[in-house]
């Protein structure tokens, strides 16, 4: 059974710095990302990782996020630096099998004040 964990969201002023973890269990897995959600807003990709350390990012989040990756984990971490009110949003984890299927964490909010 796939279980997948997050960890490391919070409140935050303008500009400063998070750094999220998202460790998953259960299986090997492809791509690991992250995704955000905010009130009102659909779903969307903030930024993926494939098991051989390709990435993926939004165009709104380039320069400012990192994604990075521990194979030996299963762990993949998101960087976010100069935070903005605008990233204010839940953020999920997602993770997909190699030999398929995708599993969600429950989501960690991120709170950016102005």
């Known amino acids: 059974q796939v279980q997948v964990v997050e960890s490391g969201g919070g409140l935050v002023q303008a500009g400063g710095s998070l750094r999220l973890s998202c460790t998953a269990s259960?299986?090997?897995?492809?791509?690991m990302g992250w995704y955000r959600q905010a009130p009102g807003k659909q779903r969307e990709l903030v930024a993926s990782?494939?098991?051989?350390?390709?990435?993926n990012y939004a165009d709104l989040v380039k320069g400012r996020f990192t994604i990075s990756r521990d194979n030996a984990k299963n762990t993949v971490y998101l960087q976010m630096n100069s935070l903005k009110p605008e990233d204010t949003a839940v953020y999920y984890c997602n993770v997909v099998v190699f030999l398929g299927g995708s599993h969600w964490g429950q989501g960690t909010q991120v709170t950016v004040s102005s």
């Open positions: 259960g299986s090997i897995f492809s791509i």
């Open positions: 990782i494939t098991s051989g350390g390709s990435t």
